[in-house]
């Protein structure tokens, strides 16, 4: 009896230092932020100039800008997923400029160049900043958000706080907690996160076009929370599943062209 009591004991010290370990350490695992800089035209999108935005908290914030072309176009202010860099995802911000659409994507405090280190708060700071510099450079009514993962968590709120035309979502989530708690249901995570991204408390008051698509084979963000999202939004919206995508092949799968589509039908291609 003895011995069972003094293994309780153990077993919960373990799980109270596995705990605390999380809890110091949950912003490295939300925010496993990429440094590494690269001009736009190392990177494969010499088309893009880069900028350096300042945030509300003294931040500076490196944002790579290819306009659209002509006064017609959107500009598809882009929000990351949180492993995300501006190098590695240049490829697909050429694409979604191919056909003369401009693109703005701004990489988060800590990333890319950017300083700082990210929290929701920071990236709030951070969209704020974005937000403006896009303003500078077409009307907000051609200002299409894109917010992929992480970034829809980013992309939600800001729809909120100013005018848009429309926004896109890859692989989003009703919350990053929902997120933690399904990947680590023996974690007391809804008690101890501190950046939770509550996409589903605010979505259905989004009033402008919404896209969401996501893969049948995420196991990041599985697709049951892009669906709950989704079901959530009162806005005139279309949800995309693809059978054959995960959390890293929406663009492989036709994603750019389901933009364009949707995009379409509200005038804004």
């Known amino acids: 009896m ?44 010499p088309e893009a100039q880069e900028h350096i935005l300042t945030t509300d908290d003294g931040e500076r914030l490196v944002a790579w800008l290819r306009p659209p072309s002509g006064d017609k176009k959107p500009l598809f202010l882009m929000f990351l997923g949180n492993g995300d860099n501006l190098g ?10 191919a056909d003369g659409s401009g693109v703005l994507a701004v990489a988060y405090r800590g990333y890319s160049g950017s300083t700082g280190s990210p929290s929701e708060t920071g990236l709030t700071y951070d969209a704020e900043a974005a937000y403006r510099f896009a303003r500078s450079v077409v009307p907000p009514e051609r200002i299409v958000l894109f917010g992929y993962s992480l970034g829809s968590g980013v992309a939600i709120p800001l729809a909120l706080r100013h005018e848009t035309a429309a926004v896109v979502l890859f692989a989003p989530f009703t919350s990053a907690v929902d997120v933690a708690a399904s990947a680590y249901p023996w974690l007391p995570a809804r008690l101890l996160m501190k950046d939770q991204f509550r996409s589903l408390e605010v979505a259905g008051k989004l009033k402008v076009p919404i896209l969401v698509v996501h893969g049948e084979r995420d196991r990041v963000v599985p697709i049951n929370f892009g669906r709950e999202l989704y079901a959530a939004i009162s806005a005139p919206k279309r949800f995309v599943s693809l059978p054959q995508a995960d959390h890293f092949s929406l663009f492989e799968n036709g994603g750019v062209a389901i933009i364009r589509s949707f995009l379409g039908e509200f005038g804004l291609r």
């Open 2 to 45: 003895e011995i069972a009591k003094w293994l309780v004991i153990a077993l919960f010290g373990i799980y109270a230092a596995i705990v605390a370990a999380m809890y110091v350490g949950q912003r490295s695992l939300l925010f496993p932020v990429r440094p590494e800089r690269a001009t736009p035209a190392r990177a494969g999108f």
């Open 88 to 97: 590695i995802i240049a490829p697909r911000l050429r694409e979604m400029a």
